[in-house]
Every structure is written in structure tokens, then in C-alpha cells.
């Protein structure tokens, strides 16, 4: 099946800095999916992109479909406390678009 | 906000045991799935479900695996006869007019002893 490598695989962090990470594929994905993950709990979306190129922001987050189409960036503005968690790069290996793939994920922590 | 509910949050159960994990979707979605997490490791598509059936299954969902949806609100993932690698967390997720935007639950951990 497709592959998707994320790196880092952990990052540790000072509150108050700009964090940047990244996914890979060898196959194209028409669509990018950022999910974090909390412990003990589901991942929760937090951002889609549809088009190569997308740039596309979510408060404190910003994250690029690159052009290629086989690898996207996540980056985080001035990380708080409550950006802990691990972070899941996933795209779509159906032509419905609802099977995902999901990376290893890169863990965040950030030291107060 | 509408969310997905799992039931139960933990289960622990005995080898060879059924087991019946159960999901309320985001009520005006139209696809539903199961996922699973072995800790420490990647999350991982099961099955997908549309329109009454099945529409996607992976390689992991075998004959041990049932999904059903009993009735409006309800569904449901089984396990036959549970091996101890069945240990794992089990999302369940739905999507409702982009299918690949999926919500998941806080998810259901399986221990199989």
C-alpha cells in the first residue's frame, strides 16, 4: 500500500517557537489531511487540502499541499502548552477518497 | 458540536471471546468507518460502510471481522473470536459530504488477555 513518512519523528520544543514538520510519499495523493491526536483519544482534523500548492491556514496553523503532490508541510506559530500531541500526516489510496493512510506521526512537546 | 460516541471505552476480554464495539455517528453523515491503533504504532483503516453495506475493506478486516448498522443511529464492529494481537484501539469515524474529512471517535481499547 502507499506510504506516508512523516519527520520528525518527536520534537521537544520552548514554548513560544515556531515548529515545522513534514510528510512524504513516493506515490501522489490528490488530497492532504492533518489530524492531531491527543492522548487517549481520536484524531481530530485539522486541516484538509484538495489543490498542489494549497496554502492553507487554521488559526496558529498553516499547512502547503506541495507541488509534487507527494509531500505536505504542517507548521505551527508560536507553540502554547496545549499543542502537545501527536501529529498524523493522511491521504486518501481510493479513488472514493475515503480510505486513509495514515503516517508514523511526528510527537510534539513543549516545555513551558 | 457534533461529535462520534464509542462504547465501551475500555474492554477487556478473554481470547476467543466475541466481542461487540459500538459507535454512534455524526447523525447527518453518510460514511462510516472502523480504524485501529496498535500502540505505538500508525492508525489503520478497516472498513468503510455506505449505504446500508460494506464498501472498503482492508486486508486486516478478515472473516473474523462483522460490521453492522442496527438500526438509524447504531454501528457496530465484532470480533468472532479474539486473538491477543486484536489488542488495540478501535476508532470509529464518519464523513459526511466530502467522504476523505472524516471525525473520529475518542475511540474503544480492546485488551485481549
Known amino acids: 500500500g502507499q506510504q506516508l513518512n512523516q519527520s520528525p519523528q518527536s520534537m521537544f520544543i520552548q514554548e513560544g517557537e515556531d515548529v515545522s514538520m513534514n510528510c512524504t510519499s513516493s506515490?501522489?495523493?490528490?488530497?492532504w489531511l492533518w489530524y492531531k491526536q491527543d492522548p487517549g483519544e481520536g484524531p481530530v482534523l485539522l486541516i484538509a487540502?484538495?489543490?498542489?500548492?494549497e496554502l492553507t491556514s487554521n488559526g496558529r496553523l498553516t499547512a502547503q499541499f506541495g507541488i509534487t503532490r507527494k509531500d505536505s508541510f504542517l507548521n505551527i506559530s508560536a507553540s502554547i502548552p496545549s499543542d502537545v500531541g501527536i501529529y498524523f500526516c493522511?491521504?486518501?489510496?481510493?479513488?472514493?477518497?475515503?480510505?486513509?493512510?495514515f503516517g508514523g506521526g511526528t510527537r510534539l512537546m513543549v516545555k513551558p | 458540536e457534533p461529535e462520534v460516541t464509542q462504547t465501551p471505552s475500555h474492554q477487556v476480554t478473554q481470547m476467543g471471546q466475541e466481542v461487540i464495539l459500538r459507535c454512534v455517528p455524526i447523525?447527518?453523515?453518510?460514511?462510516f468507518y472502523w480504524y485501529r491503533q496498535i500502540l505505538g504504532q500508525k492508525v489503520e483503516f478497516l472498513v468503510s460502510?455506505?449505504?446500508?453495506?460494506?464498501?472498503?475493506k482492508s486486508e486486516i478486516f478478515d472473516d473474523q471481522f462483522s460490521v453492522e448498522r442496527p438500526d438509524g443511529s447504531n454501528f457496530t464492529l465484532k470480533i468472532r473470536s479474539t486473538k491477543l494481537e486484536d489488542s488495540a484501539m478501535y476508532f470509529c469515524?464518519?464523513?459526511?459530504?466530502?467522504?476523505?474529512?472524516?471525525?473520529f471517535g475518542e475511540g474503544s481499547r480492546l485488551t485481549v488477555l
Open positions: 487540502l484538495y489543490k498542489a500548492g
Open positions: 447523525s447527518n453523515h453518510l460514511y
Open positions: 469515524a464518519s464523513s459526511g459530504l466530502v467522504p476523505g474529512e472524516l471525525f
Open positions: 493522511a491521504g486518501p489510496y481510493n479513488n472514493a477518497g475515503n480510505m486513509l493512510t
Open positions: 506515490s501522489i495523493f490528490n488530497t
Open positions: 460502510f455506505y449505504n446500508n453495506e460494506i464498501s472498503e
